[in-house]
DNA sequence: GTATTCTAAATTGTATACAATTCTGTATGC
DNA sequence: GCATACAGAATTGTATACAATTTAGAATAC
């Protein structure tokens, strides 16, 4: 028998990937009722779970004025890559220390098992998923799962942004994504070795030259959410 | 007019207290009825509250059997203190880069002002206090919202072990905390320096040297939490 | 004594009702 | 034109009721 999902989880998991999209665009007032409606569920289990996303980051909230969006701003934008450095630094300093290695093996498997798609030009969402996927499992190598558990968090807030970073990359070079392979494996040898120094250096300058691109890619995110696409 | 607080703000900051307090035993089950009558509200806003301290690691949430109190573990509380170390020395990396000289100043006043309060034996709570207003004062100089969000969390829960730590400390050296003031001047020293590296190892060491004492807080924090105190 | 089953009590999950507050649009005054 | 005041509509805040589920304890079987 499988575990029975609740109501308020339900609707929680809806949110949280509808606010990850920008479903409700920065700063937009949420209304309580006709978003009940549309998950089908009352008010109660739907205030619950907005509570949760209000706490995660993803809405803010009024008193007596209800829940909104969080704003999209650039500075927002470059606090998340600036504290995902803080976060995948530290997390790969103690899995140079921690790791076993078998583990880094299977860290190594993987890239190999990604790299055809990474080098064909495979949807761009599931590209991206790829690159968190292999981000998380490097910071979970750390075996600190507050540190696991906040680059989660970073990653669903900042995605949006990032995937039309990474659409722009590839639009430029032709399906390829030049560079973020190499990053990768970089970052990966640097491990292997259990040198932290280079590893940090390498998973910096990674996320940094994605933090460059942020500003504009705010600015494209804004022509997307409020003019019509075909 | 004095901005009106909701009845779930004022349910939620008593709820963070009691659940930084350990007011709820680790793993304890927590009854809704029992709760909403002691804070006299009724199970509506009390959930609400609830759910909002789920996501942000004070309680944790099991479909049909409710909200429990976090546990409290060894491991728990060094991965805490690690992710101290990954917040605090890139916002302190990034203060060094970003401060204004004022803002440097009168950081500095405010460790002077708060000198004597170390010195003398005051209240362990305020000393506390005080050591964590220094810190976040410190990430907020890196300008980074995020970060300073991050801090502010991880200091609610790790608060409890880290009062115990200190009065250990100074039991064991008669009212005096050798040490901490120093090493927080040698952060600030290194900051005013724009010296990024020296800050971070200042600080690296200055969390590190707390946490390798964390293990034996966390059983003093139990033998408090179930045997009766005077 | 231990395990199992069953029943009643307790507890949680959610819909709904209604009070409190904010919002909107119209009228009024200057 | 512009600001203000006001009334009605819309929306949020919270208590309550009741269904669904879990828990606790007694009774039974082995």
Do not use: W
């Not at 205030?47 to 829940?67: D, I, K, S, Y």
């Not at 969080?70 to 606090?79: E, F, M, V």
């Not at 080098?119 to 292999?134: K, T, W």
């Not at 970073?154 to 949006?160: A, G, K, P, S, T």
């Amino acid at each position: 028998m499988s575990k029975q999902l609740s109501n308020v989880d339900r609707v929680y998991e809806s949110l949280r990937q509808m606010a990850a999209d920008f479903a409700f665009k920065p700063d937009q007032r949420i209304n309580e009722s006709e978003l009940s409606k549309l998950l089908g569920a009352s008010r109660t289990p739907l205030r619950e779970a907005l509570n949760r996303l209000v706490a995660e980051g993803f809405l803010t909230f009024q008193n007596n004025r209800g829940f909104f969006c969080r704003s999209l701003t650039p500075k927002y934008i470059l606090d998340l890559y600036e504290a995902r450095v803080a976060i995948e630094c530290e997390a790969l300093r103690l899995a140079c220390r921690r790791a076993k290695d078998h583990e880094i093996t299977a860290l190594g498997d993987y890239l190999e098992q990604i790299e055809p798609d990474y080098e064909s030009g495979s949807d761009p969402a599931e590209q991206l998923a790829m690159d968190e996927a292999f981000h998380l499992r490097l910071a979970q190598l750390s075996g600190n799962d507050e540190l696991g558990r906040m680059l989660r968090n970073l990653n669903d807030r900042i995605r949006y942004i990032r995937l039309i970073d990474l659409k722009r990359l590839r639009d430029k070079t032709g399906k390829r994504v030049p560079g973020e392979l190499s990053a990768h494996s970089r970052i990966f040898l640097a491990l292997s070795g259990r040198d932290p120094a280079a590893a940090e250096a390498a998973m910096r300058g990674h996320i940094e030259k994605r933090r460059e691109a942020a500003t504009e890619a705010v600015q494209i995110a804004f022509s997307q959410l409020y003019v019509p696409q075909d």
